[in-house]
């Protein structure tokens, strides 16, 4: 490391602090990052830890940086100049679809509200009037870009820009969930009839069948298919703009999963696979399906969600079933499965939601009405046999 004093040296000391009658100790580096151009004086920076080790790393890092023409000093560093940093260099561990919505919140929001303030003068009433002007947006959309925001401010106090996170408390717009629109057993059945013998049927029957996403079902391979022992493994999905990055993303929640669908389910995988067969031997040739996909374009090259979405749309309408989402799909699957009797652990898993606790939440209205319905029918039982 450059000597004390020079452009890049620093040093470390033990220190102590008394409160409350007792004494702590602690850590602090100063690295010299340069001299002020009007007064020819050392410019520091300080950094602090529980251990003698944290701030060496941390000195070095600054060190390193300084060295290399990278260092941006923390108190001339705006929140426009710090997102940009953010959004550049740490969002490498999240997928690229949430990177690249990070990066849209930040451009059409954060900037624009709070580009011009310095990280070190974000304060939390500042942030909550950032929030509060976001009235416009959803409630849903408020909330993803105070996500934003939380996350990139948390690194920033790792990094010992600042000395907490100024989000960290901030009062968000109430949330009301989306309504589901499951489908009765009757509409279930006039979607399978509309959709018979386009070119999405039977991914439309396996998404009732099993509640898999569309990016989940568009992403399956015959890999993933074990008709031998009746399972089928999600541990991957199609990335919705696999055009511009990664075709394969790891599933919503992160981790793969393995479920036992009916045996239908496996009825309708054959007939895609009659049906693949009839498709490869049209486009001849021009067939290319190195990913083995269940659900392919006629080429065999992967669907796009979009052009699957304009397909369902087509075929909503036949039915007569206007208003109603793929999506929806995915919630039938999972209120049938509680009509069917299954433990909210199955179902959780079957759909791969994180917790269990997540799954009740958005289906707590259903359980709770079958709970009614199983009271009353009790009551009925109890009626007939006292009349005995």
Not at 89 to 111: E, F, G, M, Q
Not at 163 to 190: F, G, W, Y
Request: with cysteine.
């Amino acid at each position: 490391m450059a000597k004390k004093g020079a452009k890049g040296g620093g040093n470390i000391r033990k220190k102590t602090v008394t409160r409350g009658g007792k004494e702590y100790i602690y850590w602090e580096a100063r690295i010299t990052t340069g001299r002020d151009p009007g007064t020819g004086k050392r410019v520091q920076r300080s950094f602090t830890g529980k251990t003698q080790k944290e701030v060496r790393e941390k000195l070095q890092a600054a060190a390193v940086a300084v060295n290399d023409g990278t260092y941006t000093d923390s108190s001339r560093l705006t929140v426009a100049q710090w997102m940009d940093l953010w959004t550049r260099d740490y969002l490498v561990s999240v997928k690229p679809n949430t990177a690249r919505a990070y990066r849209c919140h930040t451009k059409n929001h954060i900037k624009p509200g709070l580009g011009v303030v310095r990280l070190t003068e974000m304060h939390p009433h500042t942030v909550q009037n950032f929030i509060n002007s976001l009235d416009g947006l959803a409630p849903a959309s408020a909330r993803m870009v105070y996500r934003v925001l939380h996350a990139a401010m948390e690194k920033a106090v790792e990094l010992d820009y600042i000395p907490r996170n100024p989000a960290a408390k901030c009062v968000l717009p109430k949330m009301e969930r989306r309504e589901i629109h499951p489908l009765t057993d009757e509409q279930s059945a006039a979607l399978i009839r509309a959709a018979a013998g386009t070119r999405i049927e039977h991914l439309v029957t396996l998404a009732l069948f099993t509640g898999f996403r569309l990016s989940e079902l568009l992403g399956l391979t015959w890999a993933a298919v074990d008709f031998d022992r009746g399972t089928i493994t999600i541990d991957k999905q199609l990335s919705a703009s696999f055009s511009r990055g990664p075709m394969f993303t790891t599933p919503k929640s992160g981790k793969p999963r393995t479920v036992t669908p009916a045996a239908s389910a496996f009825q309708v995988l054959r007939k895609q696979k009659a049906k693949q067969a009839e498709q490869q031997l049209k486009a001849g040739p021009f067939w290319s399906n190195p990913y083995r996909l269940v659900f392919p374009a006629e080429d065999g090259g992967p669907l796009f969600q979009q052009s699957v979405e304009r397909d369902f749309s087509a075929i909503r309408a036949t039915a007569g079933l206007d208003g109603i989402r793929f999506h929806d799909l995915r919630h039938t699957f999972a209120v049938n499965s509680f009509r069917a009797g299954d433990d909210v652990k199955t179902i959780q898993e079957n759909l791969g939601h994180a917790t269990a606790a997540f799954t009740l939440d958005v289906y707590g209205h259903v359980t709770e009405a079958m709970k009614r319905n199983s009271s009353a029918r009790m009551e009925s039982f109890i009626k007939d046999v006292m009349k005995l």
